[in-house]
């Protein structure tokens, strides 16, 4: 797999950057121009020497991937598909990231980003929940989708709704959320990742404050139905992941937003309203209904 700048951490690019026979500031000088200031080629950052620039467009690419497809709606939403280099004997993989513009002017846009390439939940409405897993991103492929979807406006929000399941890659993606808090100054707040609610690993999480809000995808408050939407959390009753989500909220006082895809004449029924309707009442919750 190719290594690039997005794979440092600031001591990192620092250790680099004096290994080069470079000054320890010139990373901070580095950093800034990628992240905060759009910078994508190394020509561009004048205020490094041009001989350290030469050697680091040679030996660290910022940008790893390449860009392949890209899809805009007429509402300017627009899907990038992006490769990677290929890991080992692996084929290169190719994931999505949606940048979707504000109706407020005033507002940057939203960016949906991927966690793995393929998806082990296995949910039958979703495509790359049949393609099942290939394997976890690391967090400079995560930063890359931060990176590119910067470049098609500003962002003022960032969902981890895209392809994959978030929590099993937790480590690489809190990785890149850091770097997207610190260098490129979306809040915490800003920040919603979507799960499908292994309690366990949210009673684990919880406690710590993550940097992040949460959404929990549910799709049905019947357990039978839910199993069969979500094959990972077949076996898991809906009262236990509702019960995970009031733990959360108890741990980091922020609420848990409830993901409902609603499936014409499969769980959008009045029965299932009613159902929904009386497990969540007397939670502090939001609940986000997705026509599918």
């Not at 049905?220 to 509702?242: C, I, T």
Request: aromatic letters at 4%.
């Amino acid at each position: 797999m190719s290594r690039s700048l997005l794979h440092l951490s600031p001591a990192e690019t620092r250790d680099l950057m004096v290994s080069l026979g470079a000054k320890p500031f010139h990373a901070k000088v580095l950093r800034e121009a990628v992240f905060a200031k759009g910078v994508r080629t190394y020509d561009e950052v004048t205020s490094l020497p041009a001989t350290l620039r030469a050697r680091l467009a040679e030996e660290l690419p910022i940008l790893a991937g390449r860009e392949v497809t890209r899809s805009v709606s007429r509402d300017d939403t627009t899907k990038l598909l992006i490769e990677l280099p290929s890991a080992g004997d692996a084929p290169p993989a190719r994931i999505e990231t949606v940048h979707i513009p504000s109706r407020r002017r005033d507002r940057g846009a939203t960016l949906c980003v991927s966690t793995q390439v393929g998806c082990p939940v296995g949910c039958p409405f979703c495509a790359s929940g049949r393609l099942g897993l290939t394997r976890n991103l690391d967090r400079a492929e995560l930063l890359e989708q931060f990176l590119r979807g910067a470049d098609l406006g500003d962002l003022s929000r960032v969902v981890v709704m895209g392809i994959g399941e978030p929590l099993l890659n937790l480590t690489e993606l809190e990785a890149a959320l850091t770097v997207v808090r610190e260098e490129l100054g979306i809040g915490a707040r800003k920040i919603t990742v979507s799960t499908v609610g292994f309690p366990r690993r949210l009673d684990e999480l919880g406690p710590t404050r993550p940097g992040f809000q949460l959404a929990i995808s549910l799709h049905s408050p019947f357990d039978d139905e839910r199993g069969e939407l979500v094959p990972a959390m077949a076996g898991v009753p809906v009262e236990d992941v509702l019960a995970a989500g009031d733990r959360w909220f108890e741990a980091t006082g922020r609420e848990v937003t409830y993901e409902y895809v609603l499936l014409g004449g499969f769980n959008d029924t009045p029965r299932h309203a009613d159902r929904l309707a009386s497990r969540l009442r007397r939670r502090r919750a939001t609940v986000n209904l997705i026509p599918y």
